[in-house]
Each structure stands twice: as structure tokens, then as C-alpha cells.
């Protein structure tokens, strides 16, 4: 078998690692569908595991890659593993960054300048990845087969500063300027030996790389708060319609003298098989130890992330399906006719899902109440009689079906697609947004009713913006089915399983790799995100579906985010990503079938402050990794629990912590 492998790749192509406080992780997803088991024992994950260590630790999610062999004609012939009788030796080679502190400061996708800069005062005027004392850089690591020890990555930043002058409207800790017109002297103390994560081989010489614990932390003195001060500047975003600088330059997303430690970047291997043939996802390497240049269709790349809160829910465009949109030629589905249990029960089924998660999805607020996804709601598409309806393709059903397509949002534009209204990719200014083609009306009753890549409609209102997508709307692919459906252009087909990458056919192994990273992930709105920001709609920042580009740098593509992570995680607690960070969580009553819930983000923080549903920005960096996963709970018979076709889903594993004041010292 050996002599018909012609070259290498590495699957997933894109890696998602989540943080978490706890240094006991388990291994993300590696097929579609499946929820990974945190390991354990005594807990509510799929095999009992637990998502908290014995110190109620929260424990970090690992990302797995795995290589495979192709042939002259790109066929699958094996997977590539130090036990498979085929390989020698392997060695992983991986090269990340944290550029946060470096990027350019994220002003929404629309209203990009790249004349504004994140820690501007320090050395301006430099692209950012020439802004060196600004950037966490951990250096090439490698790690090689037989290698027991984890390899952990570390770097330094804001080395050798000092005194920096910055804006007294800043929030301080302590500290008031006398006069906040007036700019401050604050001093930078470097931050060393930062880790970005760390690298451990399984049993089989797979790479697997684990992240940070999610630290994060201000360098100056006086500390600048994590705050949005526009909100205290002439609210709701300082004077001039928002154009003072204050507004984006030092909001929530762009707090100077922070950094975190989340990363991204390259990960290759070289291998050498039995026969001494010698492979790499690198160009130009002859032998294990040759450095060659990255070849982005066979290497593989790596972002970090806060963690995901509810693992058994998807947000309803994920970045999986941002991949399709933008490379249609990978869409497996293409062609195919629509199939209602494959491409509109899932859009459902995660459309009540947010039922459980946010306030208005679920009916909870006056607004919304008896119009929302809740159980006893109208809008809950799993019901018995909905369910009936959705799934006859005669026109007896018709009506109520293509009623559901017309609550459908597009994207502006001719094409319907987020990425058209975008043009031209940053670092270029976005003007094509002010075309015409893109002004469309704000049509707050359609669905998704979630915020977009434009930011809330509120905001822009009083801003006295008029951008596009101000709410999220599906992908083109979603509405194709969707709108086939309405027309009766489907099969029923029957309800989906999902099994693991062990069982799965050799040749359907790297693609279900490639795809189950990704679909546990938020596919807008992109402000600026959680895994990944709006960039990743943009096809020249890739070499391919589930490639990033060549010559993109690596940590390059999560600069776009929020710095620190903590503020955005915080600030978009309504209507933004609830699957990943829910806004509200339920208890359950199963003798009535009722329900109750709270806020999510609730409790005391470190001081013994109740937790702020007003401003908790920076009570976010302590009480993020203590907060509540929302799971499903099982029935008698070992099934999820269901009221009336909906799975229910309530707060479990929260750290008690967080629901007393911390005990104050004498």
C-alpha cells in the first residue's frame, strides 16, 4: 500500500480548540452530528462524562488532527498513524500567534478604517504584523512520534514600552483623570511567558493540540478597565454620530494594554514511511528535519476559542456553512434533491433549540410572547401538527409551508449573499456597502430575528447608519432548500443518524473531519464573532474549502477579535449567539411541564458584586469559566426528555461559586 501514496494531507483542515480554566481536556468533535463525551463519570454529557473537573474546573476542548494518505489521483488510501505498519516516523510541526493587541481595530465589518489601530500609540504607522512588541509569538514547535512530554508554547508581549499617553475618557480601576479631555500617562509592564497551548501526540501519533486556560489580562498602570466607555461619552457611542474616535478605536473590542491568550496559526507534519519515502504538508522538504514552505492544500490550520456552553445545539449558520456559500463546489448536496430531514428539519430543529437559550426565542418577554419557539408556543416548528404539515409535499400543506419561507431573511444584494455587501476584503475601506443595491429595509419580523454582521438595528439607528445585514439571515444554499420545500419540490426522506469517524467509510473520513469541526460553530453575525470573524467569508484569505491561503500569517485571522476575548463574550449577551453563549437558562418542571428561567450571566463576582446584566464586562474575566452548561436532560427511558416535539434543555454543572460572595478576609 506504501508505494501508492503519493502525497499527505491533514484533516481537519481548519481546527477549533476551546478554552477552559480546568488542565484536563477532551477532544473536540470528529464526525457530523456527534457530541463529543467530555470524559468522566456521574455527569450529564452523551457517556456520563463531565464537563468540570473534580475542582468544578471547566475543562478545555482539544483539537485532534489526523493524516492521510492520497494517490496520483487524489484517492484516500489510508490514514497515516504511527501503528499502521505504514509510517516510520512522524513529526508535527505547528506555528501559532496571538496578533490581537497588533490588528487594526475592529470597527464592524462596514465601517472598517485601517488607519485605526489597537494600542495605537505604540509603534504606529506599521502594519500590523510589523507591530512585533504587540504580538504573542510562540514560535515553530514540533513534536515527533515517540515523544511523551507535551510540548507548551509560550511567548511575551508588550516588552519594553513603558510610558504611553492615552485618552482620560478611558475607565480606569482606581483611577480618575481630573480631566478626561485630557490625555493620561500610563506605564506598560511586559507580560512574559504567556501560554498559547500546548501539544500532545494520542497513542497513534495524531497531533493533538490544546489550548490556553483563557487568561487574560491588563498591562498598565493605572489598568484600564474592560469597559465600553463609549456608553459613558456622550451615549450610546460618543459625539459626532459615532465618529469620535473613542467610539470603535477604545470600545470593549479594542481595550489597550490587554492581551489574552487565545491563537491561531499552522499546523504540518512530515512524515517518513517504512520504505524511507519521505512526505510533507510542506513544499520543498527532503527530509524530517527540513523546513520547507507551508503548502496550504495539504496543511492544516488552528484557531482557539471561548468555549461552547450548550455543545447539543447549533447556531443556525455555523462557519461550516459559510465554507459552502463560499465554495459551492464542496457542498455534498449539490444537485441532489431537497430532502426535508437532511436540509430543513435541522434549520428547525436549531430554530426551536434557541427556545432555551434566549429571552425573546423563547416567549419569555412581553414582545414576544406567544409569537416565540417555546414549547406551547406557535412558533415551535417541532410540534406534532406542525410536523405533519411541514412534511406533505401536497399542496394541501402548501400555504403553510411557503407562509414559514416568507418569514425568511436574505442577505442584500442580488445574490442574497452576506459576502456581496462585504467587498472589498480588509485591509481595503468597504465602500460597496453604500451602493444602492445593498440599502434594504429593516424587516425585524423576519427569521432569524438575530442580530448581524451589521450590529444591532437599535445602535445604527441612533448612529444614523444605514448598513446591511443588521440581522443575521440564512445562507444561499439553506434558502434554496427552503424555498424547493415551500414549492413542494422535496422528498420526506427519514429522520438522520449520525455515526462516529471509526465507522465511517475510509474515503468519507477526511470530509466528515473537515466539516464536524466546523459545524459547532457561529457563522455570523460576525461582530466581530466567537471562533472567527467576517473574514471568513472572503475567498482569497483561503486556497480552498477548509484551506486557509498561503500567504496569510499565522494568528493573521483572529486578530479581527474581540481583545479580550471577555468583552465581546460579555456584551453580546441578547440576540447574538445564544448557542454558544446563552442569554437565559430554564429549570424544568416535569410533572407540569412547566418552566422557569434566569439570566445566564448571574451571581457574584470576585469582589462579592452581584453580576451585572448592565455592565459585567469585566466581571466576565473571572466569572466566564464558573458559568451554567445548558444540556438536555434524559427521560425514564434513556431518551432526551421532549414537551411537545421540543427537546428540553436546562442549566447544569454551573460552579456554586458563583451563587454565594466570595468569603472577604479580615
Known amino acids: 500500500m506504501a508505494e501508492t501514496i503519493n502525497s499527505i494531507r491533514i484533516h481537519p483542515g481548519i481546527g477549533i480548540a476551546r478554552l477552559g480554566d480546568s488542565d484536563e481536556f477532551y477532544l473536540g468533535p470528529e464526525a457530523p452530528g456527534i457530541v463529543v463525551d467530555p470524559g468522566g463519570s456521574g455527569g450529564p454529557g452523551p457517556n456520563g462524562g463531565t464537563y468540570r473537573d473534580s475542582g468544578l474546573r471547566l475543562k478545555r476542548q482539544a483539537q485532534r488532527y489526523r493524516v492521510y494518505g492520497y494517490d496520483a489521483d487524489g484517492k484516500v488510501v489510508a490514514e497515516l498513524t504511527s501503528d499502521s505498519g505504514l509510517v516510520e516516523s512522524m513529526r508535527w510541526r505547528v506555528h501559532v500567534r496571538n496578533m490581537k493587541a497588533a490588528n487594526y481595530a475592529f470597527q464592524g465589518a462596514y465601517l472598517f478604517d485601517p488607519d485605526k489601530l489597537r494600542n495605537p500609540s505604540i509603534q504606529p504607522g506599521k502594519k500590523p504584523i510589523e507591530r512585533d512588541k504587540l504580538i504573542i509569538d510562540a514560535g515553530v514547535h514540533t513534536i515527533a512520534s515517540g515523544q511523551t512530554e507535551p510540548v507548551v508554547m509560550t511567548g511575551d508581549v508588550f516588552v519594553g514600552i513603558g510610558k504611553v499617553m492615552l485618552p482620560g475618557e ?138 461552547k456552553f450548550s455543545p447539543y445545539m447549533y447556531h443556525v449558520v455555523s462557519i461550516l456553512d459559510r465554507v459552502y456559500e463560499a465554495f459551492p463546489e464542496a457542498y455534498p448536496y449539490a444537485g441532489m434533491k431537497t430532502n426535508f430531514y437532511r436540509d430543513i428539519y435541522p434549520v428547525f430543529a436549531m430554530a426551536v433549540n434557541y427556545g432555551w437559550v434566549s429571552a425573546e426565542a423563547a416567549g419569555v418577554t412581553p414582545s414576544t410572547k406567544n409569537i416565540a419557539h417555546g414549547p406551547r408556543q406557535p412558533g415551535n416548528l417541532l410540534s406534532p401538527a406542525n410536523m405533519l404539515a411541514f412534511t406533505d409535499p401536497s399542496d394541501k400543506s402548501k400555504p403553510n409551508r411557503q407562509m414559514i419561507y416568507r418569514l425568511m431573511r436574505y442577505a442584500p444584494g442580488k445574490r442574497g449573499r452576506l459576502v456581496d455587501s462585504l467587498m472589498p476584503a480588509p485591509p481595503q475601506r468597504p465602500t460597496s456597502w453604500k451602493s444602492q443595491e445593498f440599502v434594504s429595509p429593516v424587516e425585524a419580523y423576519k427569521m432569524p430575528k438575530l442580530w448581524g454582521t451589521g450590529g444591532k438595528p437599535l445602535q445604527n439607528q441612533q448612529l444614523g447608519n444605514n448598513l446591511p445585514d443588521e440581522f443575521l439571515s440564512l445562507t444561499d444554499w439553506q434558502l434554496e432548500h427552503l424555498k424547493n ?170 460552579n456554586p461559586a458563583l451563587d454565594r460572595p466570595p468569603v472577604k478576609s479580615d
Open 485 to 654: 420545500w415551500a414549492n413542494g419540490d422535496f422528498e420526506v426522506g427519514t429522520p438522520l443518524t449520525f455515526e462516529p469517524l471509526e465507522q465511517l467509510p475510509l474515503e468519507e473520513q477526511p470530509h466528515a473531519l473537515d466539516s464536524s469541526a466546523l459545524e459547532p460553530t457561529i457563522g455570523g453575525g460576525f461582530h466581530p464573532g466567537i471562533e472567527f470573524p467576517y473574514l471568513i467569508l472572503y475567498s482569497e484569505y483561503f486556497a480552498g474549502p477548509f484551506r486557509v491561503g498561503k500567504d496569510v500569517e499565522p494568528g493573521s485571522l483572529a486578530a479581527f477579535m474581540s481583545s479580550p476575548w471577555q468583552g465581546d463574550f460579555w456584551s453580546c449577551n441578547a440576540a447574538w449567539w445564544p448557542t454558544q453563549r446563552p442569554d437565559i437558562a430554564f429549570e424544568y418542571d416535569r410533572t407540569n411541564q412547566t418552566r422557569t428561567y434566569k439570566e445566564w450571566f448571574r451571581g457574584y463576582d470576585a469582589k462579592g458584586e452581584p453580576l451585572s446584566s448592565a455592565d459585567g464586562y469585566n466581571q466576565m474575566v473571572y466569572a466566564w469559566s464558573k458559568l451554567g452548561m445548558v444540556l438536555p436532560i434524559k427521560a425514564e427511558n434513556g431518551e432526551f426528555l421532549k414537551d411537545n416535539g421540543e427537546t428540553v434543555f436546562v442549566e447544569q454543572e454551573r
Open 170 to 307: 478611558l475607565r480606569f480601576e482606581g483611577f480618575t483623570p481630573q480631566d478626561p479631555s485630557k490625555e493620561v500617562e500610563v506605564n506598560y509592564k511586559a507580560a512574559t511567558g504567556i501560554e498559547l497551548g500546548r501539544l500532545h501526540l494520542d497513542s497513534g501519533g495524531r497531533l493533538l493540540f490544546v489550548p490556553a486556560s483563557g487568561k487574560s489580562e491588563c498591562v498598565t498602570t493605572p489598568k484600564v478597565a474592560l469597559s465600553n466607555p463609549s456608553e459613558t461619552h456622550s451615549p450610546p457611542n460618543g459625539p459626532e454620530n459615532g465618529n469620535n474616535p473613542l467610539t470603535n478605536q477604545f470600545s470593549y473590542f479594542n481595550v489597550p494594554g490587554w492581551w489574552d491568550d487565545t491563537c491561531g496559526g499552522e499546523i504540518d507534519v512530515t512524515v517518513m514511511l517504512k520504505d524511507g519515502t519521505v512526505l510533507s504538508t510542506r513544499d520543498n522538504v527532503k527530509s524530517e528535519t527540513d523546513e520547507g514552505i507551508r503548502n496550504p492544500q495539504a496543511g492544516a490550520w488552528i484557531v482557539t476559542a471561548p468555549p
